[in-house]
């Protein structure tokens, strides 16, 4: 009868004795490891916030305001009042899970190249995008990451990022969308819109080879012309939109990502699938010999693509992958360049004059070339200097694989290593970091592409990430958004904002962008601009 009840007690009680004891031990290692290593403690972002909840519900908070990004500004700036000492690098917790924030590029350097192997995207983000994303290199680590990886690499070759004519198609589509008044000026028109078109019917002419011309479908004057793939481009469109920030939304639930997978979700993700999967089915179709030699010139992403796999599951989770970084990102930097090439009229004028030399007139383009358009110094100088006020990606996240140590950062002189335990999460905000006034001046805020002038960067630096997973589309993306710059300054003469929410309090708005943050950033309220036709 006894037994009854101490066999189950004593297990109970063996139970938890060892569960307190393999804690000890491992909380004993752990202390014995960060000081060996000279580690010391990362300041609490927050006071009195065991949990992180209240970090939580402001974030929330701010999102909601469409300032997210800018919050985790006001989150350090915050501590250094409190702790009257200005850290690179903070620790706090979401829910059972400890993070750090750092704004320190050797922190940063150390996590993304010196202990590359030390850390890795995680279960999380792999769980959190993969319904959508599926395999690709997005989603994956190690071995299955180097196999995507060495499936693009070839596919982003110098010659092969440049096909300027295929993207002046593109442009003169949207030029369709800014027709001129009597005045030679435009209508208003949201300029982000325009861009987020423009990139997805490049990126799918790059990827499927066939464009998914969501910009003739919007065109006032369109009419179908029975090429049904053009409707269920837009559907796609939509559903990757919606699915993108529900992923975006969820990853604030830490290991509760899939709390927010809701049915709807599930349903936008079949679509994308289904869209993407045409294409594929389409290609894996085609006989392999045969091509005219007009359709061998052409290049085309998924045809490179089928000579290294012939898995329609793979080419769709690889397509999706660069679907997704190749399409907001160039969108989200131009829709900011005309944003402060708005706020910056003798920017504008300077630049405009700067491509006329060197490019010639809108009628009478001459050299614009992959080599020429990365030597238009002042033309890398304003693209650059946005990338630093406003990254693409402005915060980003690894996990610890292991054990290990960041180099700096930690104790009350803010120098000292920092201890990581396997499972942790290191959280590095390139906005905040590209603001450092320690780094960039006094005036670290203001859009200024001059102080690019001789200026060489190291990891202070980072809209395109460093080291091995360095962003691959690189020279692509600033190849288009340098084309689609130079044609639209040749174009136009003038630019003025009208009612947009970024202009200073005094013309209406709130004087600073504010950011919708999805997996990319983007101006939340849109470009709203006239354009003012070039006499030449
Ligand atoms: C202004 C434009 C762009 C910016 C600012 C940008 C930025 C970035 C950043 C920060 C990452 C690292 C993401 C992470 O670590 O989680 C990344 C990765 C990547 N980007 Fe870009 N990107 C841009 C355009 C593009 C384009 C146009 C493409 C392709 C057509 C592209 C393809 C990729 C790929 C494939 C990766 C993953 C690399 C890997 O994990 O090995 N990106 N990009
Ligand atoms: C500009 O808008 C007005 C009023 O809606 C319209 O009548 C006019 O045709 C538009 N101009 C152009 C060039 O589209
Ligand atoms: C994401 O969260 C915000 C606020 O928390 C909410 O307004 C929005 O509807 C959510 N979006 C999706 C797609 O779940
Ligand atoms: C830190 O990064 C992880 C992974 O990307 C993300 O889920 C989490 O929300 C980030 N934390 C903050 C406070 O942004
Ligand atoms: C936190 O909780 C989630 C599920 O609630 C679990 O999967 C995860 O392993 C936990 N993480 C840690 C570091 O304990
Ligand atoms: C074209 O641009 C290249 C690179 O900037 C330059 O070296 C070359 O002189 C230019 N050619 C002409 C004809 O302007
Ligand atoms: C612009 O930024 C890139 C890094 O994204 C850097 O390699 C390059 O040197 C910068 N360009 C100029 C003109 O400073």
Same mark, same amino acid.
């Given at each position: 009868?006894?037994?009854?009840?101490?066999?189950?007690?004593?297990?109970?009680?063996?139970?938890?004795?060892?569960?307190?004891?393999?804690?000890?031990?491992?909380?004993?290692?752990?202390?014995?490891? %960060?000081?060996?290593?000279?580690?010391?403690?990362?300041?609490?972002?927050?006071?009195?916030?065991?949990?992180?909840?209240? &970090?939580?519900?402001?974030?929330?908070?701010?999102?909601?305001?469409?300032?997210?990004?800018?919050?985790?500004?006001?989150?350090?700036?915050?501590?250094?009042?409190?702790?009257?000492?200005?850290?690179?690098?903070?620790?706090?917790?979401?829910?059972?899970?400890?993070?750090?924030?750092?704004?320190?590029?050797? /922190?940063?350097?150390?996590?993304?190249?010196?202990?590359?192997?030390?850390?890795?995207?995680?279960?999380?983000?792999?769980?959190?995008?993969?319904?959508?994303?599926?395999?690709?290199?997005?989603?994956?680590?190690?071995?299955?990451?180097?196999?995507?990886?060495?499936?693009?690499?070839?596919?982003?070759?110098?010659?092969?990022?440049?096909?300027?004519?295929?993207?002046?198609?593109? !442009?003169?589509?949207?030029?369709?969308?800014?027709?001129?008044?009597?005045?030679?000026?435009?209508?208003?028109?949201?300029?982000?819109?325009?861009?987020?078109?423009?990139?997805?019917?490049?990126?799918?002419?790059?990827?499927?080879?066939?464009?998914?011309?969501?910009?003739? !479908?919007?065109?006032?004057?369109?009419?179908?012309?029975?090429?049904?793939?053009?409707?269920?481009?837009?559907?796609?469109?939509?559903?990757?939109?919606?699915?993108?920030? !529900?992923?975006? /939304?969820?990853?604030?639930?830490?290991?509760?990502?899939?709390?927010?997978?809701?049915?709807?979700?599930?349903?936008?993700?079949?679509?994308?699938?289904?869209?993407?999967?045409?294409?594929?089915?389409? %290609?894996?179709?085609?006989?392999?010999?045969?091509?005219?030699?007009?359709?061998?010139?052409?290049?085309?992403?998924?045809?490179?693509?089928?000579?290294?796999?012939?898995?329609?599951?793979?080419?769709?989770?690889?397509?999706?992958?660069?679907?997704?970084?190749?399409?907001?990102?160039?969108?989200?930097?131009?829709?900011?360049?005309?944003?402060?090439?708005?706020?910056?009229?003798?920017?504008?004028?300077?630049?405009?004059?700067?491509?006329?030399?060197?490019?010639?007139?809108?009628?009478?383009?001459?050299?614009?070339?992959?080599?020429?358009?990365?030597?238009?110094?002042?033309?890398?100088?304003?693209?650059?200097?946005?990338?630093?006020?406003?990254?693409?990606?402005?915060?980003?996240?690894?996990?610890?694989?292991?054990?290990?140590?960041?180099?700096?950062?930690?104790?009350?002189?803010?120098?000292?290593? &920092?201890?990581?335990?396997?499972?942790?999460?290191?959280?590095?905000?390139?906005?905040?970091?590209?603001?450092?006034?320690?780094?960039?001046?006094?005036?670290?805020?203001?859009?200024?592409?001059?102080?690019?002038?001789?200026?060489?960067?190291?990891?202070?630096?980072?809209?395109?990430?460093?080291?091995?997973?360095?962003?691959?589309?690189?020279?692509?993306?600033?190849?288009?958004?340098?084309? !689609?710059?130079?044609?639209?300054?040749?174009?136009?003469?003038?630019?003025?904002?009208?009612?947009?929410?970024?202009?200073?309090?005094?013309?209406?708005?709130?004087?600073?962008?504010?950011?919708?943050?999805?997996?990319?950033?983007?101006?939340?309220?849109?470009?709203?601009?006239?354009?003012?036709?070039?006499?030449?």
């Amino acid at each position: 009868m006894q037994s009854y009840i101490l066999y189950p007690l004593c297990f109970l009680a063996a139970f938890l004795l060892y569960n307190v004891a393999t804690f000890i031990t491992s909380e004993l290692r752990h202390r014995k490891n %960060a000081r060996l290593n000279n580690c010391e403690k990362a300041t609490p972002l927050k006071s009195n916030d065991p949990l992180g909840i209240r &970090i939580i519900v402001d974030m929330l908070k701010a999102d909601k305001e469409r300032r997210l990004v800018m919050y985790f500004e006001d989150l350090m700036e915050a501590a250094a009042k409190r702790e009257k000492f200005r850290h690179s690098t903070y620790e706090s917790r979401l829910l059972n899970l400890s993070w750090k924030l750092t704004i320190e590029p050797e /922190n940063v350097k150390t996590v993304l190249a010196t202990k590359f192997k030390d850390f890795v995207l995680g279960d999380l983000r792999r769980g959190n995008f993969s319904p959508l994303l599926g395999n690709g290199i997005f989603t994956n680590d190690d071995k299955q990451w180097e196999h995507s990886r060495a499936l693009l690499r070839p596919q982003f070759v110098r010659e092969q990022v440049s096909d300027l004519e295929l993207e002046e198609r593109h !442009v003169q589509n949207l030029l369709r969308a800014l027709p001129l008044n009597n005045d030679g000026w435009t209508n208003v028109t949201d300029l982000q819109k325009l861009f987020f078109r423009l990139t997805i019917d490049s990126a799918s002419e790059f990827l499927f080879g066939k464009s998914i011309e969501s910009q003739l !479908v919007e065109l006032p004057d369109y009419a179908p012309s029975g090429e049904e793939m053009k409707l269920s481009g837009q559907t796609f469109a939509n559903s990757f939109d919606r699915a993108q920030r !529900v992923i975006a /939304n969820s990853s604030t639930l830490g290991g509760l990502y899939w709390l927010g997978h809701t049915r709807e979700f599930k349903k936008d993700c079949k679509v994308c699938h289904d869209f993407i999967d045409q294409y594929v089915h389409e %290609a894996l179709a085609r006989p392999t010999t045969g091509k005219s030699e007009a359709e061998k010139q052409k290049y085309v992403f998924l045809e490179a693509l089928l000579e290294s796999t012939r898995d329609p599951i793979e080419l769709r989770g690889e397509l999706l992958n660069i679907m997704l970084a190749g399409r907001d990102t160039t969108a989200s930097l131009l829709s900011f360049v005309f944003v402060y090439l708005e706020q910056h009229p003798k920017v504008f004028a300077k630049l405009r004059a700067t491509i006329i030399e060197d490019f010639g007139t809108y009628s009478d383009p001459r050299n614009i070339t992959f080599t020429s358009l990365k030597n238009c110094a002042y033309l890398q100088w304003c693209m650059n200097e946005t990338l630093r006020l406003q990254p693409v990606v402005p915060i980003d996240a690894r996990t610890a694989v292991r054990d290990t140590v960041i180099p700096t950062g930690g104790g009350p002189d803010g120098r000292s290593p &920092i201890y990581i335990r396997a499972g942790e999460e290191v959280n590095w905000s390139v906005y905040v970091m590209h603001r450092r006034k320690d780094i960039w001046g006094p005036d670290a805020d203001s859009f200024n592409p001059s102080r690019w002038n001789g200026r060489k960067v190291g990891w202070e630096y980072l809209p395109f990430n460093g080291g091995p997973r360095i962003c691959i589309g690189q020279q692509f993306a600033l190849t288009e958004a340098g084309y !689609v710059i130079v044609r639209l300054l040749q174009r136009f003469e003038g630019l003025s904002g009208v009612g947009n929410t970024w202009e200073p309090v005094e013309k209406g708005g709130f004087g600073f962008v504010r950011q919708a943050l999805s997996l990319t950033m983007a101006p939340a309220d849109g470009v709203k601009v006239r354009l003012k036709e070039a006499r030449e």
